[in-house]
């Protein structure tokens, strides 16, 4: 089947119910401070670049930590995200882009059946005694309408109708070059995104009203 139509969604407090960093942030002890960068970045508050590498300074991951979120991801699946992906993928082309760190999405994604090469994530570098080193920084991802980027490079191989879903400003961005952004909004609810977007959803299953 040719599928003429790319339908990509963010990962945190979207196909997921929790946000990787703040759970990170728990594991370290170092909630409070992560939590509030957060949400100023999601809400566009303050600039994604600086709280991006602010908050893993703060935090210093190591592999083990990253092992415990994979788990966590696997456990806390949004309601109707699975009969939704396996309910799409005959009829668009399915991708991930989030600013969340690939090893860690790798368990979910892998069991909501997108494909890895499909799968578009920060990267982080650790030593030799796996902690933490330094972030890949040639992956956008961490950076002002990284997002956008990525999703213009998979609209150039993919050149068909495309459809953003997720929840946070860095998503919104991605309405200037996508055909339609949805906001979800069952999860976490961002006003400034909400107010900004033309489509709000409360439930993954919604999304069949706009796709049909």
Known sequence: ???????????????????????????????????????????????????FIKRLEIIKPNKNDLNVISQLYRDNITNGAKEVIDNLHDKANLFIVSGGYKCSMLQTTDYLNIKKENVFANQLLFDKEDNYQCLNEEIPLWKNNGK?????????????????????????????????????????????????????????????????
């Open 148 to 212: 956008e980027i990525i999703v213009k490079q998979i609209q150039k191989e993919n050149p068909y109708k495309t459809i953003f879903i997720g929840d946070g400003y860095s998503d919104y961005e991605t309405s200037k070059c996508v055909n339609q952004f949805i906001c979800f909004a069952g999860v976490a609810k961002r006003e400034d995104v909400m107010r900004k977007s033309k489509r709000v959803i409360y439930k993954l299953s919604e999304l069949r009203k706009f796709l049909d």
């Open 1 to 51: 089947m040719n599928k003429q139509i790319n339908i990509i969604f963010d990962f945190d407090s979207t196909l997921v119910t929790i946000e990787g960093i703040d759970e990170l942030a728990k594991l370290k002890n170092k909630e409070q401070e992560v939590i509030k960068l957060t949400n100023y970045a999601m809400s566009g508050k303050v600039n994604l670049e600086e709280a």
